[in-house]
C-alpha cells in the first residue's frame, strides 16, 4: 500500500533503523495524518555489503504529508504541501463558477498517482576488507528491480556537518533530491555513505586508499558486483565537503563515473586535463560565505582553458551556503544527469523530464511546468461536496503555446509524471493567463501538485546564469 508521507517522515523512518549497529529488521507504521511512527524490531540483520539483502523497510520518495509549508534556510519553499484551504468568503465557488470562467472542459478523468514511487532501502555497515574501515551507508533500490536489467549508481556524498556513525545524518541535506526528483531517481540505485572524517581516498601516502572515500570505492565496487549495475552510467554528487570529495574523484577516478554534479566543493585546477572530458554540472552561490564561489568558478576557468566543452557552471545567488537546496531540485539538472552515459551520448545531449505537461491529440507537448508562473489548488462545491482544481497562472510565452494550440480545437490531455490525468476539449482561448484543471483531483493530489510545482517557480528567484553547453534532445 503506497505510503503517503513527506520525506521528512521517510527520513524519520530511516532515523529509528539506524542506531543500532547491528541494523535490525523492522516494521514501521505510519499514521498518514498525523505522521506518528511506530517500530517494531525483528531481528538482527548482516553487515556485509556482498551479504546483505533489501529489508522490508520501504518508503515513498519525495511524497508528501499534511504539514504546513516552512521555508527553508536559502528561501526556497519546502515541497510539504499545506493543504490549506483557500480564505473563506460568504458565498461559495461552485462548479458552475469555474465551467463558465475557464475555456477548459473536462471530458475524461483518468485514476493516476501523484506521488513519487515506493524503494526498498537497505541500512548497512561496509567492513572494509583492504584498510579496515567501518562505513555506515544508505542503498536506495530502483523501482522493480531486476537483475535482468541494467540500472545506473548515483552516488551522494555528504558534507562535514553530516559526520557521524549513526547512518541517518547524511541524508539530511539531500531532501530535496528526493523531494523533487524522486520518481527519477527511482530509475537506479542510490548510494549514500556516512563518514565520521573528512572524505578523502588516501590517508598515510598517495595511492594508499586507506580513507573513507578509498572505502566508498571499495563499497561501490561491491555494489557493482553485487547487484546489476550500468557500469557506462555511475554518477556522483556531493554539497560542500562532498564537493570536495566529488571534484577528487571527478580528478582522480574519473574514469569510473559518466557525469558529476559538484555542489559548493573545491577541486584542484592543475588537474583540469583530467577533467575535460567529463560532463560536470557546477552549482555555486556568489554569496557562499563558507566555501568561496570563487573555489567553482576557478575549476570551471581552469576545464575550459584545458579545452573542456562538457562542464556548465550553474550560477545562483541568495543562497549563501545552501546551494544545495537549488541543485538538488533542479529537475534540468537531474534529468540531465541520468541522461549521461559513457557507452553512446558523447554529446552529452538529454531530454527534460517534465513534472506536468499539457500534450495535444498527437501527443505532442504544448506547455510543461517551464511555463507556468505560479499556481495554487482551490476548492469548490458541487452541491455539498467538496472538490479541488488547479489554477495555474501561465508566462505570457505559455499562453501563447496554449492559444496556438486551442485554436485548432482540438483534444487535449494533462498529465503528472507521465501519467493521464484528464482529457478536455476547449470553448475558446486562455482567460487571464489562466490554465485550470477542475476536476479528477483530490485533497492531496492537489496540494501535493501545488507544492512540487511551486519551488520550481520559486526556484527561478535564485537563479543567476546557466551556460548551455548541454543540448536537449
Known amino acids: 500500500m503506497k505510503q503517503l508521507i513527506s520525506f521528512c517522515t521517510a527520513l524519520a523512518i530511516l532515523f529509528t533503523c539506524a542506531g543500532c549497529a547491528n541494523d535490525a529488521t523492522q516494521t514501521t507504521a505510519i499514521d498518514p495524518v498525523s505522521d506518528a511512527i511506530t517500530t517494531t524490531t525483528e531481528s538482527d540483520a548482516t553487515s556485509s555489503a556482498t551479504e546483505s539483502q533489501p529489508t522490508n523497510e520501504s518508503t515513498t520518495l519525495g511524497t508528501h504529508s499534511t504539514k504546513k509549508p516552512s521555508s527553508s534556510s536559502s ?22 463558477d469555474i ?50 536489467r541494467k540500472y545506473p549508481v548515483l552516488l551522494a556524498l555528504h558534507g562535514a556537518g553530516e559526520m557521524g556513525t549513526d547512518n ?30 573528512w572524505w578523502g581516498v588516501d590517508r598515510n601516502k598517495t595511492g594508499d586508499q586507506k580513507g573513507m572515500l578509498g572505502s566508498v570505492l571499495h563499497l561501490l565496487d ?44 573545491k577541486g584542484d585546477p592543475a588537474k583540469a586535463s583530467q577533467l575535460k572530458n567529463i560532463p560536470i554540472k557546477i552549482y555555486h552561490s556568489a554569496d557562499d560565505k563558507t566555501i568561496p564561489f570563487w573555489t567553482s568558478q576557478e575549476m570551471y576557468d581552469a576545464i575550459t582553458a584545458a579545452g573542456g566543452k562538457k562542464v556548465e557552471f550553474i550560477q545562483l545567488d541568495g543562497m549563501d551556503h545552501a546551494s544545495w537546496d537549488y541543485a538538488y531540485s533542479d529537475r534540468e539538472g537531474i534529468s540531465w544527469l541520468y541522461a549521461q552515459n559513457k557507452a553512446n551520448n558523447a554529446s552529452g545531449g538529454y531530454t527534460y523530464t517534465p513534472y506536468f505537461k499539457v500534450c495535444d491529440a498527437k501527443g505532442n507537448a504544448i506547455i510543461t511546468e517551464e511555463d507556468i508562473d505560479n499556481l495554487y489548488c482551490s476548492i469548490f462545491y458541487e452541491g455539498d461536496k467538496e472538490q479541488y482544481s488547479l489554477r495555474m497562472m501561465l508566462t505570457d510565452a505559455g499562453r501563447k503555446k496554449l492559444d496556438k494550440a486551442y485554436a485548432a480545437k482540438s483534444t487535449y490531455t494533462a498529465y503528472w509524471l507521465g501519467q493521464k490525468m484528464v482529457t478536455y476539449t476547449v470553448r475558446g482561448l486562455t482567460q487571464d493567463n489562466v490554465f485550470c484543471i477542475e476536476k479528477g483531483l483530490t485533497q492531496d493530489s492537489g496540494f501535493t501538485i501545488q507544492d512540487i510545482l511551486t519551488v520550481q517557480c520559486a526556484m527561478r528567484r535564485y537563479f543567476v546564469k546557466r551556460n548551455t553547453c548541454f543540448k536537449r534532445k
Open 222 to 265: 561491491e555494489i557493482k558486483k553485487t547487484y546489476s549495475c550500468d557500469n557506462n552510467r555511475i554518477y556522483v554528487t556531493g554539497l560542500s565537503m562532498g564537493g570536495y570529495a566529488t571534484w577528487e574523484l571527478l580528478q582522480d577516478y574519473g574514469h569510473l563515473f559518466a557525469a558529476g554534479i559538484p555542489v559548493c566543493g
Open 168 to 197: 541517518k545524518l547524511q541524508l539530511h541535506h539531500m531532501k530535496n533530491l528526493f523531494d523533487c526528483n524522486g520518481d527519477l531517481l527511482t530509475q537506479g540505485f542510490v548510494l549514500c555513505p556516512q563518514t565520521n572524517e
Open 75 to 96: 528561501g526556497i519553499v519546502s515541497t510539504t504541501p499545506s493543504k490549506t484551504k483557500q480564505p473563506t468568503s460568504t458565498s461559495k465557488t461552485t462548479v458552475a
Open 99 to 148: 465551467d463558465s470562467s475557464q475555456p477548459e472542459k473536462v471530458t475524461n478523468v483518468y485514476s493516476f498517482d501523484h506521488t513519487f514511487p515506493e524503494v526498498k532501502i537497505t541500512a548497512d555497515i561496509y567492513k572494509d576488507p583492504k584498510n579496515g574501515n567501518s562505513l555506515p551507508y544508505r542503498l536506495y533500490f530502483p523501482k522493480n528491480y531486476t537483475p535482468s
